[in-house]
């Protein structure tokens, strides 16, 4: 019995860093590029450093009294310690908890109120933040100060001030002992803190949904999860030991050196990547002849725009002036995933890429992913389903992830059933099965109700007996061969007395006119009975054309709207300005507001 429990607890995601500090001790593992002065500066730190830099840190969180199985909030913007101590908090078993900047205040003060952490890990301006509104004030009993290496003693200062202790110091004060520190006898790699094992299904982060979609929630992780990403990367997207990786988004980037792929990390706001200077992109893409790419589709169509513009429109694009257009020769794919794609963007982001070097869109979401994924020449070849009312190909699903489709409901359902699935061809919510579906919401346990489903006749049961499958709140159908076809959120689909209206299908017939840049559904009252309504945003060249018409468009779209049976019941549209969207992905419409204004424009 003993010698099976210490087979089931030998878990820890830093294991594939500890791997790759002895096989590639000397490779780039993280590359941090930051503009001072005018210029274009990168911080490098290799497999060995990496590996020790994080033993050092989580020898020193344990003797500052965080233990594992503690809690511990991490706001630090990308950089080398980010990543150290984001492996160090792994390695003592310490779970990091991981929320969006971009979610706002009050969500972000409500995620702390629900995850208790023990411990806040921040820059000086995420304490400024916690102490003016209060974030973890009840829990927090650890303060850690994170600022750049030669900021010098006034990091200090404000740490004692009000962030508890600086890193520095924190290193400083707490030295790993020497006899664990390597010396000239002892294998290049090897490790001076044991790291903590534990069962694959052991809580190992918690990170918090964005709340673009509904109120944030922490999704619990386990080392499963991360295994089964690692895996689905490694598998499913070929991606190699010795590549590099130009990363986006920092949860991502985190896989890097799990998978022995260097993480080059742009100067930007990686909540706001639509503001991103692509400049930026390409000259670190180019430095460091990166092969993969993990950015949004929003980002993907500002690095499309950017790189195929011949004259400079902005300052930022004026950097780019002597590329009529620029070409990533090292790419050997692109990951594009977080918002449904937009078709035409990536049609001209590939004119960036070598021939056959794919862009992969991934679906998923926080609760699990990835999920399914498609390649840009196969997805390209599926847009006159989608500009007629046939939803978006999200692909088929990648290895170990079993896909199905219930009736719409807002009922909890308890326990899984296969007749519970919906033949080929019909829409409704999307449930999934696989290793890096998430099993519970932290501390929410009405939302993992409505969310998880038990499946207690699978094979592939988990440590109490049961596999979960997660309700994904997006409907969509699988068609004969097997492919995902998404059609839009649950919660933004539009009832009539007659029909049932979904949101991507419908838009989509309506994006395809020239003064339409995007359209979104939502229901409204006219004498008290419910009735779509499209909201409709207009090109820029449609918005600055002083000839344009709204009774010419509108009579367009209705004529649209009849010639498909999607939405042949539309025959109400108003013009909005500018769609209320999310920071992150500038995709996710937030429909429910343009409801509320579409209601009181008709009131």
């Not at 830099?53 to 809690?71: C, F, Q, T, V």
């Not at 390695?91 to 629900?114: H, R, T, Y």
């Not at 979401?365 to 999200?394: F, M, Q, R, Y």
């Amino acid at each position: 019995m003993t010698e099976t429990m210490d087979k089931s607890n030998q878990a820890n995601l830093c294991r594939h860093l500890a791997h790759a500090a002895i096989a590639t001790p000397n490779a780039l593992a993280v590359a941090v590029q930051k503009k001072q002065r005018g210029k274009l500066n990168y911080q490098e730190i290799d497999f060995v450093s990496l590996h020790q830099r994080s033993d050092e840190i989580a020898y020193a969180l344990n003797a500052y009294g965080l233990k594992s199985g503690m809690k511990a909030v991490l706001m630090v913007t990308p950089s080398i310690d980010f990543f150290a101590l984001t492996f160090a908090l792994f390695k003592a078993g310490i779970i990091p908890i991981l929320v969006d900047p971009g979610m706002g205040i009050k969500n972000l003060k409500q995620c702390f109120v629900e995850s208790a952490p023990d411990a806040f890990i921040g820059i000086p301006k995420a304490h400024i933040a916690r102490v003016l509104f209060g974030w973890g004030k009840v829990s927090v009993k650890k303060l850690l100060t994170v600022t750049p290496v030669d900021s010098g003693a006034g990091a200090n200062m404000f740490a004692s001030l009000i962030g508890g202790m600086s890193l520095t110091k924190l290193l400083a004060r707490y030295p790993v002992p020497k006899k664990q520190i390597q010396n000239n006898a002892t294998p290049k790699g090897s490790s001076s803190f044991d790291m903590v094992k534990l069962s694959d299904d052991a809580m190992s982060a918690i990170l918090f949904t964005s709340g673009s979609t509904g109120t944030p929630k922490g999704v619990v992780y386990s080392h499963k999860m991360f295994e089964a990403q690692i895996t689905a990367l490694k598998e499913d997207y070929a991606i190699e030991p010795g590549e590099r990786d130009l990363a986006t988004f920092p949860l991502f980037s985190l896989f890097g050196p799990a998978l022995g792929m260097a993480s080059i990390v742009p100067d930007m706001d990686a909540s706001k990547p639509i503001e991103a200077n692509p400049a930026y992109i390409f000259e670190a893409i180019e430095k460091y002849q990166c092969t993969n790419l993990f950015a949004n589709p929003a980002l993907i169509e500002v690095l499309g725009q950017a790189g195929t513009t011949k004259v400079p429109t902005t300052k930022a694009d004026a950097e780019l002036a002597n590329n009529a257009v620029v070409k990533l020769t090292s790419l050997k794919r692109v990951i594009s995933a977080g918002a449904p794609a937009t078709l035409p963007s990536i049609e001209l982001f590939t004119q960036l890429l070598n021939d056959n070097v794919p862009v992969l869109t991934s679906y998923g979401a926080t609760e699990s992913l990835p999920l399914t994924k498609i390649a840009s020449v196969d997805l390209l070849e599926t847009s006159h389903i989608t500009d007629n009312g046939g939803g978006i190909c999200v692909g088929k699903p990648v290895n170990g992830v079993e896909l199905s489709i219930i009736e719409i409901t807002e009922e909890t359902i308890e326990t899984w059933h296969d007749n519970l699935a919906l033949p080929v061809n019909t829409i409704g919510e999307i449930v999934v099965k696989g290793d890096m579906v998430s099993h519970q919401y932290y501390n929410r346990a009405l939302a993992t109700a409505q969310a998880k489903i038990i499946d207690t006749d699978s094979n592939a049961a988990c440590s109490n007996g049961n596999v979960v499958r997660h309700r994904m709140g997006d409907l969509g159908y699988l068609d004969e061969s097997g492919l995902l076809w998404m059609c839009g959120r649950k919660a933004h689909r539009v009832e009539t007395d007659k029909k049932v209206l979904f949101s991507i299908p419908c838009e989509r017939i309506f994006n395809t006119h020239h003064s339409v840049k995007r359209t979104a559904l939502v229901g409204v009252k006219i004498n008290h009975k419910s009735v779509p309504l499209l909201c409709v945003e207009l090109t820029d060249e449609a918005k600055n054309n002083e000839d344009f018409d709204e009774a010419i468009l509108f009579s367009a779209l209705k004529v649209s709207a009849l010639a498909h049976k999607q939405t042949s019941a539309i025959s109400h549209f108003l013009i909005h300005e500018n769609f209320p969207v999310d920071i992150r992905h500038n995709a996710k419409i937030f429909r429910e507001k343009l409801a509320v204004w579409a209601q009181q424009e008709l009131d």
